[in-house]
């Protein structure tokens, strides 16, 4: 069988900014990308050089690693602001070596308290797509600064103001364009060049940003220098906030381009409103190790946590049924994923059930060692769990922006935190807050539009502020109470078959972290074909699954994961991609080799 081939666009990410042309100067220059790093003092790993050292010098300088956690996240909102900023939102999980105890934020992005199921439709029928996501209508009231807010009240040691002053830093001075940079940058172009704020910050002169050349924000520099200064209140209820209203309900486009830019919803009483909820994780235990993730609003846990329930009920050593097992145990969580998990402060999520290790058996029986299932596949009813039996209609998977970045972060006491932020779609809204230096999330097109399957009940459809559903997946395990791993990734809904795959490669196969994230990806999501990397369709596995009913099409490259590990030894080590987005970065505060 040849597999369908479908090749999908690069990932585009860029840098609101100024741009120069001259190359950066040596203080400007961005430390060269280690995607591995082994030592002790504290770790932090992300897809930037420039971030993981922001992270690294709060670390150096007696910060914890929730205060290195927000400084790299601020870093990364200067130097991939179409993944990361304060437009967007996250989540945010955290282990506390003092009590040992797992702990989650959610500030995930929040639909306006007017909006009800008919947001994105027009004359009773759905957007086009594109048309939602660049408009006022695709904004959620942003969740970052909140929950950067939070964090450090409860964890950290030191205050907004300082963890900041690295990003602040690196806006003002610059950084330096790499052709990933460049290459991103140039798949928004079109969309971009139609806001005048936008196309000024990231299309000086009306073209792209040279490879080589200094990128610089100043506007955001101001911002972060604000929010030091007032607290995030600046944010939501103050100046910045009124600046965010003022440019979602009325998109600063340029009347030539001819483009229409709905307005939004979201008011500044939406901004006051919005609150971080701080809740339990999902809590699975695999081969004997604590998994925990994040629980709903985002389904990152839930089905990482099931899929890993019914990869637990078996461990066979050939690498053909491992894979097999490995695509159908994603397969079958995506299909109770997509049918019941939503924002439980609207609909009913049984995440409890989800996660019963009875009811992953009453699903691992659905897998055929010889023959591949059928996609789409219908959803278990996890309240009446019925050995190898479907409920209702399959519902098909929603489309998910491919953006997001991750961060992952340990200290010299102990505690970690692995963190996914985002703003959804690469570049977002594509909206620029003039004067600002940051864009405007898309969040609210991860709602589904109207229902997936007619007759089904949809957990996803908008609401008043309702939080859409992610895939954001973040999460740390522990051995023996003590850490373990903590890993995440970007790619939309891929986050979740690429964590997967990277705990299952480390726990499983006997790959170390280093080789776990840099292995080949498939991701098998209730869909008729798997996507699959260059590399996994060009392993003898491959053929082999195909002869099963596999189906596969092709894709560049799925995910961009980080990690850390803590040896046994005490030694953190840190692990980032070596290729995928560019390459990721890795560092230790007291390297040891």
């Not at 990361?84 to 939102?89: E, K, N, P, V």
């Not at 695999?286 to 019914?310: F, H, K, M």
């Not at 060009?538 to 990690?563: C, D, N, R």
Request: hydrophobic fraction near 40%; glycine fraction near 10%.
């Amino acid at each position: 069988m040849r597999p369908l081939v479908r090749l999908v666009p690069a990932l585009a990410l860029v840098t609101g900014l100024l741009c120069t042309a001259a190359p950066a100067q040596a203080d400007q220059t961005a430390a060269a990308k280690q995607p591995e790093a082994i030592g002790r003092g504290g770790a932090v790993t992300s897809v930037d050089a420039d971030a993981t050292a922001a992270g690294l010098e709060v670390l150096r300088r007696g910060g914890n690693a929730v205060d290195a956690a927000v400084a790299t996240a601020a870093a990364l909102g200067v130097t991939e602001p179409y993944s990361a900023g304060i437009g967007g939102g996250g989540y945010f999980v955290y282990y506390d070596a003092r009590t040992g105890k797992v702990t989650t934020l959610d500030g995930r992005e929040t639909a306006s308290r007017t909006a009800d199921t008919s947001l994105f439709l027009e004359n009773g029928q759905p957007l086009a797509f594109n048309d939602a996501v660049t408009s006022g209508l695709s904004v959620g009231v942003p969740g970052t600064a909140a929950t950067w807010e939070q964090a450090l009240r409860r964890w950290g040691t030191r205050d907004l103001a300082e963890v900041l002053k690295p990003a602040e830093r690196i806006a003002d001075r610059g950084f330096t364009v790499d052709q990933t940079f460049q290459d991103q940058t140039a798949l928004n172009q079109d969309r971009f060049k139609d806001f005048p704020a936008t196309r000024a910050l990231f299309l000086p002169g009306g073209k792209l940003p040279a490879v080589g050349s200094t990128l610089r924000n100043p506007d955001l520099a101001a911002t972060y220098r604000e929010l030091g200064r007032g607290g995030t209140a600046a944010l939501y209820r103050g100046p910045i906030g009124a600046d965010i209203v003022r440019t979602l309900q009325h998109p600063p486009v340029d009347p030539a381009s001819g483009r229409n830019a709905r307005p939004g919803k979201v008011d500044a009483a939406d901004l006051a409103a919005y609150q971080v909820r701080q809740q339990d994780p999902t809590h699975v235990n695999y081969r004997g190790l604590d998994v925990y993730g994040i629980a709903p609003s985002s389904s990152g846990g839930t089905t990482v946590g099931e899929a890993l329930n019914i990869l637990g009920t078996s461990n066979p050593a050939d690498p053909v049924q491992y894979d097999h097992r490995f695509l159908e145990a994603s397969r079958i969580a995506f299909a109770d994923r997509n049918r019941w998990v939503g924002d439980p402060g609207f609909v009913q999520v049984p995440t409890r059930q989800l996660l019963d290790p009875a009811y992953a058996k009453s699903r691992a029986c659905l897998i055929d060692p010889k023959h591949a299932l059928t996609s789409p596949l219908a959803p278990g009813d996890p309240y009446h769990p019925a050995a190898c039996a479907g409920s209702g209609q399959p519902v098909a998977e929603p489309y998910e922006g491919q953006s997001t970045t991750h961060l992952t972060v340990a200290d010299r006491w102990g505690n970690v935190v692995a963190y996914t932020l985002t703003i959804e779609q690469t570049g977002g809204s594509g909206i620029t807050v003039p004067g600002r230096g940051f864009l405007l999330n898309n969040e609210l097109t991860d709602f589904n539009f109207t229902p997936l399957t007619p007759g089904v009940p949809d957990p996803n459809l908008p609401g008043p502020a309702k939080r859409p559903r992610s895939s954001i997946s973040p999460t740390i395990v522990l051995k023996g109470g003590k850490p373990f791993l903590a890993v995440g990734s970007p790619g939309g809904a891929t986050i979740i078959t690429t964590v997967l795959q990277v705990l299952t490669g480390r726990i499983d196969r006997g790959l170390t972290l280093e080789q776990a994230i840099a292995a080949p990806r498939a991701s098998q999501r209730n869909t008729a074909a798997t996507q699959a990397e260059p590399a996994f369709l060009a392993s003898p596995e491959a053929a082999k699954l195909q002869a099963m009913g596999h189906v596969f099409s092709a894709t560049p490259e799925i995910g961009a994961a980080t990690g850390i590990e803590r040896l046994p030894d005490g030694r953190w080590l840190a692990a980032a991609e070596p290729v995928r987005r560019g390459g990721g970065s890795a560092a230790v505060v007291h390297p040891s080799r």
